[in-house]
């Protein structure tokens, strides 16, 4: 197939794309690099500098390649920056996906993979969180996210181009030569990996008196090669029909937690201070799968916590400096 990776040049969507190679697959990347890193993008994808605003660069590129699918990751991704300044999300996120949707309906693809967000389900009335939870977007954010679904969902009606859907919880780890580098950084993994570079002085857990065992908060931890394998088998099933999954491992970790195997793989003694809570944040959010399981066969096979911080820590430390752009 060949497939438009928005956002390639990003820490997921660089993942995906370099799956989606040694799958066979041909990539058109499309970023505009406000994020991504052009050091991130596959030597064997094209990469095209563009942004979804920009229409007609849009158009050029499904003019110029045969575009079978789409992958959307690019995206305004901060849920505390959406609060700060929500018409970039609520405008820009949901107007540049719309852009992407008409192009690629214009063009004739039927294939469209969205990442969206566990920022979906705020205070959840059930845990693990599935398919069947009713929608509370936590933020605008999570609100532009549920937007460009419902969109998908008319693209689908109207035009019969079939989507899916996937609804990330906390997506980390790295697989060679790809790593994870945002500025800034507001990932809790690559945080604590700052601080044992000695980059950071410490890590601030923001609050310690959660209804949790270790009074921290608990969340679902996905490695990045295992929501790689979710998208792909999720495209390939298109042919079949638009799905939505929520992807986890249905199990939890504490801040905690994460910071003792840290301490293990890097050695550091990773001080950490408690700071308030940050509103909004719910005590426990976990990601029930078993849909996409039962339907795809998808299982997490490296999300294990100590792989997934061993494997960020060995880039980490190879690319102190990030892509070093
Ligand atoms: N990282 C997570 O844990 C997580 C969790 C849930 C959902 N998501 C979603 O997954 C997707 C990818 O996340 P990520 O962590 O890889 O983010 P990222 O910032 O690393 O990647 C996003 C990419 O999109 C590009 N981009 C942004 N706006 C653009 C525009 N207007 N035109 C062209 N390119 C543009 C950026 O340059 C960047 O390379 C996002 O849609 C995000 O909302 C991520």
Excluded at 45 to 73: K, P, S, W, Y
Excluded at 178 to 206: M, S
Excluded at 280 to 306: K, N
């Amino acid at each position: 197939m060949r497939v438009l990776v928005t956002g390639g040049a990003g820490y997921i969507g660089s993942h995906v794309s370099a799956e989606l190679i040694r799958q066979g697959d041909d990539v058109i990347v499309y970023d505009n690099l406000y994020q991504g890193h052009a050091a991130a993008v596959d030597p064997q994808a094209i990469f095209v500098q563009g942004d979804l605003a920009d229409r007609a660069a849009l158009r050029a590129v499904f003019e110029t390649h045969d575009i079978d699918a789409v992958m959307h990751f690019a995206s305004y991704t901060l849920v505390g920056e959406s609060w700060e300044k929500p018409f970039l999300y609520l405008r820009d996120n949901v107007v540049n996906g719309l852009n992407l949707m008409e192009t690629a309906v214009k063009y004739g693809v039927k294939r469209f993979v969205l990442s969206s967000t566990a920022n979906l389900f705020d205070n959840p009335e059930r845990m693990p969180i599935d398919e069947t939870e009713r929608i509370v977007p936590g933020s605008p954010y999570g609100e532009s996210k549920n937007l460009l679904e419902r969109l998908l969902l008319w693209m689908d009606r109207v035009y019969g181009m079939k989507y899916a859907a996937l609804r990330y919880f906390n997506a980390c780890g790295c697989v060679p030569p790809l790593g994870e580098d945002h500025a800034p950084e507001t990932h809790l993994i690559p945080i604590i990996l700052q601080v044992a570079l000695g980059q950071r002085d410490h890590l601030v857990i923001f609050g310690d008196d959660y209804p949790t065992p270790d009074g921290t908060c608990i969340r679902d931890y996905i490695h990045v090669r295992d929501l790689a394998s979710a998208h792909i088998l999720a495209l390939r099933a298109l042919d079949q029909g638009s799905r939505t999954y929520n992807l986890g491992t249905g199990n939890g970790y504490s801040i905690r937690e994460i910071l003792d195997v840290a301490r293990a793989v890097t050695g550091h003694p990773i001080p950490a201070i408690v700071g308030d809570r940050r509103p909004g944040d719910p005590a426990i959010l976990i990601a029930g799968s078993d849909r996409i399981g039962r339907e795809l066969g998808w299982e997490p096979q490296y999300s294990d916590l100590h792989h997934i911080i061993q494997s960020a820590w060995d880039w980490h430390r190879r690319h102190p400096d990030g892509y070093g752009d």
